[in-house]
């Protein structure tokens, strides 16, 4: 079993290596930078669902964040260039420092669309060994096709793309900043159309992912900050945004829903997500995601730090 899986990644490897990859290229020239300017507004909402709670007044100073998603053809990119193997593709064996204590085989979490709606069927995610970022559905499926956004990648696979990019990841209020002063509502999103698990239309023209920049840009210039793939933070979860839930959260983070597991925020929303189930497409919207695996539905943007004034007046 093991080797079957060892030899059908290998034979992965091969066919992503396809993708036009130049295996010099700088990141710098791949990645598109968005200035976001300073701003103070109200993080979190007072209406929305129990994690957006309450709402208080937060401020981001001025920085940059990429116009897109980070593409699976900017990830080879990176890959090529490094030799990285993300965590997908490794699995995770009990004894690993830092890792969950228990044998995870190399896969991922995959969604899937159950037959039906009945309980017994409402399950609609499932573990598939072979399943990362190069082959996204599982080894039987297809590759990842160039300009739809990375998924199945960790909190450290990100940090390390970020490193090679020179960027980081944005935190939470950094990133809803960008979000909530550029008015989005989800409005034009990649998001789920019709009775969610078991039919999406596909309405707004995609099921399942979009190539990043298929939607209508926000107000700052930003792609698919709502919707298509949910968007990892350098923010550990907390089940609120009281001071009380970040004091027990810490830097480990805490989601009651998987006390055990580190974990960080997750924003924007995903093509899962609609209105009848998930009504997450919005800038306040968060959710828990741990660091030991990646799933078919969360990417990453990067940002990074202002350039210096120098640099702004050139
Ligand atoms: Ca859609
Ligand atoms: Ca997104």
Known sequence: ????????????????????LASNTRADATLDWVAIPASCF?????????EERPAREACAEDFELTRTEVTNEQFARFVSDTGYVTRA?????????GGPGET???GSAVFEAPESIRPEALNWWRFEEGANWRKPSGPDGPDAAPNLPVVHVTRADAEAFARWAGGRLPTETEWESAAQSAGND???????QGRF?????GRDGFKGLAPVASFEANALGLHDM??????LTATPYTPDHSDDARRIAGARGFDPAQPADPVI?????????????????????????????????VGFRLARTRATSTADSR
């Open 89 to 97: 593709e490794r699995g995770w064996s009990a004894q690993e420092p």
């Open 42 to 50: 109200e993080l979190g909402d007072a209406r929305g669902y129990a």
């Open 186 to 192: 989800g409005a034009d999103a990649n998001t789920w």
């Open 226 to 231: 709502i919707g298509n793939v949910w968007e």
């Open 265 to 297: 925020v997750i924003k924007g929303g995903s093509f899962l997500c609609a209105r009848d189930f998930c009504y997450r497409f919005r800038a306040a919207a968060r959710q828990a995601q741990n660091l030991y695996t990646g799933t078919s539905h």
């Open 1 to 20: 079993m093991a080797t079957t899986l060892r030899t059908s990644l290998i034979a992965s490897a091969a066919v992503v290596g396809g993708l036009t």
């Open 104 to 106: 995870i085989p190399a």
């Open 197 to 201: 698990p078991v039919a999406d239309t």
